[in-house]
């Protein structure tokens, strides 16, 4: 599915629908992948999505600390993890982080920015989300987990 956005609104909007949507999975983390170039607008997604779930604090992008978890009360997840693999030079690295223990609690939800640098360890179901820079805007591209039969966004 694709999804114009040419404000901020609109991407804050994308992100409030793509929360509202998702179920957890029974048996494992959900994770949502964002993929585009720098300044596509991934870590302002992720914040809106971080605000959506009720998290207070100053939610800012993870290239240099490569993970961060935040703690997540009263809501269909216990924890939003978010990663930022653009540093890392290959999936051996994430798996360092504990990439298979974050992804076997169906209560994270994992939302892992540059995903093709770690793309051998990426699971078939994960929901694929694409920004695309276009004119005075940006596409966003939802490619993954549907609900009742309709894409999510």
Known sequence: MELPTRSLAELNEAANRLIAELSPHP???TLITLSGELGAGKTTFV????RTLGVEETVTSPTFVLEKIYKLEGR???HLVHIDAYRLKGAHELEALG???LLADSGNLIVLEWPERVAEVIPHDATRITFDIVDDGR???VDGQE???KNIV
């Open 27 to 29: 048996k494992t983390a």
């Open 47 to 50: 914040q809106a999505m971080a």
């Open 76 to 78: 269909q997840f216990s």
């Open 99 to 101: 990439w298979k223990e």
């Open 139 to 141: 596409i966003i591209t």
């Open 147 to 149: 609900k009742n039969g």
